[in-house]
Every structure is written in structure tokens, then in C-alpha cells.
């Protein structure tokens, strides 16, 4: 090879090192363009979000679930404030603000003044102004002692422990108080029942009446027959509100093996034709 060749191609080299050259690359360039649509989707995400979100908080408050949760609040707070004693009456305004829920719109407001407060069977209104009403109002002891005295008088029995509690302020103190003017009966499901004491039945029987009493024979005669008794007298006895004894159901016994088998016939219509030669053959008459 020519060395004149040789000499040109080593400065070529030379002159190639002293200048480095930096390569673009179409790549770069690519993943760039396509991450600039998924800073955008982000972007349109996030604000979806913000939409749905305010969406989501503005549909729960017209709800139909947060507006009966609101009335059950305002509910539970006037029977808690007539438990305290405080049985005055409150103005709507009033309530939304000892209940914390003056956030609730107009729609709101307008459903709670027109049906559901003037509706609710617990809810007493007085011109405008709301008040809880319990089923049995009562003041004091001696209101509660007149109402079991009443019942038992009319022969209508006992009151709810959960009644009087509800219509009575402070109610555990006037129960209390009343000590053994008032008899506690606790039913099979745990609820208390109060019923009046009447001392003026607290008395001694003679020991020959009770003979009496006991001498009379009422084996033959059915608790149905009884009751029917007191009916027609105008007594009305007591109904069992225990549990009541389930009988064990019984089995049948299986007959299948008693039953007589039936065997299918054939050839009835030759019943005056054919012969039984189950016994021999029969005489000739």
C-alpha cells in the first residue's frame, strides 16, 4: 500500500479524536412526546375527580338518607332533653342549632316544617314551635302512681319500664322514690313492667274459707271452660306471656308393609270363557 495512503488515513484518525462528535437520538425525543398525554390525562383525571367528588358530596345531602338521618337526630335529641326535664318548646331554628345542622338547605328545611315533624308520631306541635311527645305524659311520682293506680283499677295491667323512662323527666329518681308502692314484673324477653301496689288487698283469709276454696274440684273442667266462665261473668283473666312448650312432633310409623298388594288382571273380557285348573282338571258334567 502506498505510504503517502498510510500517512493521510493516521491524520485522518488524529483529527477524528481531537473532535468528538455527540449523537441524537430519535428516541429521546419519542418518549418525550408520548409522556406529554399522560401528563395531560392525569391532569383531566384529577379535575374528574374534583368533579366527581363535589358531585358525591352535593348528592348526599339531598339524599333521602341523610334527610331521615337529620329527623332521626332531631328526634333522639328532643326525647333527651325531655328525659333532662327540659319540656319546653323549640323553634326549628332552635333545634338546627342545638343539633348542629344549620348546613342543611332550604329543600330540607321545607320537608322537615311541613311533613316530616308535623307527621312524626313522636313530635308535638304548638304554633310553629316543636316539643317531644312521649306516650305517657307525665309530670312527677305522683303523676306515675295515679297512672298505675288507673290501670290497675281498669284491669288494663302494667306500664313499660321503657314507656315511663320516656315520658317521665329524671324518671330512675321518682321510681326510686316511690319504693314499694310499685312492683316490678321482668317478662320472658327482659323488658320491665311496673304495676301499682295496692296495700288495700294486702289482707288475711280465713283459714276455713281457704279449706272451702281448695275443696272445690276443677280437675274435670278445661282452662278453656274457665276462661270461658269468666267471659260470660265480665272477668277477664290473664294471658300466658311466657314461652310456650313445643311438643315433639312424632313420627309416623311406616305402613307401606300392611298394604295389600293389587295384581293387575287381563283378559276380563273372556272371564266366562276360561277356566281355573289351578286344582286339577275339573269333572266332566
Not at 18 to 33: F, G, I, Q, T
Not at 62 to 82: D, E, Q, W
Not at 95 to 107: A, C
Amino acid at each position: 500500500m502506498d505510504p503517502a495512503l498510510l500517512r493521510e488515513r493516521e491524520q485522518f484518525k488524529k483529527r477524528a479524536l481531537s473532535n468528538p462528535a455527540v449523537e441524537k437520538r430519535p428516541a429521546a425525543s419519542d418518549s418525550h412526546k408520548r409522556k406529554k398525554p399522560k401528563v395531560d390525562k392525569e391532569v383531566s383525571s384529577g379535575a374528574k375527580h374534583g368533579a366527581e367528588s363535589s358531585n358525591g358530596s352535593f348528592n348526599i345531602k339531598t339524599s333521602s338518607g341523610y334527610k331521615f338521618g337529620c329527623l332521626a337526630k332531631i328526634v333522639n335529641y328532643m326525647k333527651t332533653r325531655h328525659q333532662n326535664g327540659d319540656t319546653h318548646c323549640l323553634t326549628l331554628e332552635e333545634i338546627l342549632d342545638e343539633t348542629k345542622l344549620l348546613d342543611i338547605g332550604m329543600k330540607q328545611k321545607h320537608w322537615l316544617m311541613t311533613e316530616a315533624l308535623v307527621n312524626n308520631p313522636k313530635i308535638d306541635v304548638r304554633d310553629g314551635t316543636y316539643g317531644f311527645k312521649p306516650k305517657y305524659n307525665l309530670k312527677d311520682k305522683k303523676a306515675l302512681l295515679r297512672l298505675l293506680d288507673k290501670h290497675d283499677q281498669l284491669g288494663l295491667g302494667g306500664v313499660l319500664l321503657d314507656d315511663v323512662e320516656e315520658g317521665l323527666p329524671n324518671s330512675a329518681k321518682a321510681i326510686k322514690a316511690l319504693g314499694d308502692q310499685i312492683i316490678f314484673v321482668t317478662k320472658p324477653d327482659k323488658k320491665k313492667i311496673l304495676f301499682y301496689n295496692d296495700k288495700h288487698c294486702q289482707f288475711t283469709v280465713d283459714e276455713e274459707f281457704q279449706k272451702l276454696w281448695r275443696s272445690v274440684p276443677v280437675d274435670s273442667i278445661d282452662e278453656e271452660k274457665i276462661d270461658e266462665y269468666l267471659k260470660k261473668q265480665g272477668i277477664s283473666s290473664m294471658q300466658e306471656t311466657g314461652p310456650k312448650k313445643v311438643l315433639p312432633v312424632q313420627k309416623r310409623k311406616n305402613k307401606g308393609g300392611q298394604r295389600k298388594r293389587h295384581f293387575k288382571t287381563h283378559n276380563n273380557h273372556l272371564a266366562g270363557v276360561l277356566q281355573d285348573y289351578s286344582e286339577g282338571v275339573p269333572a266332566k258334567k
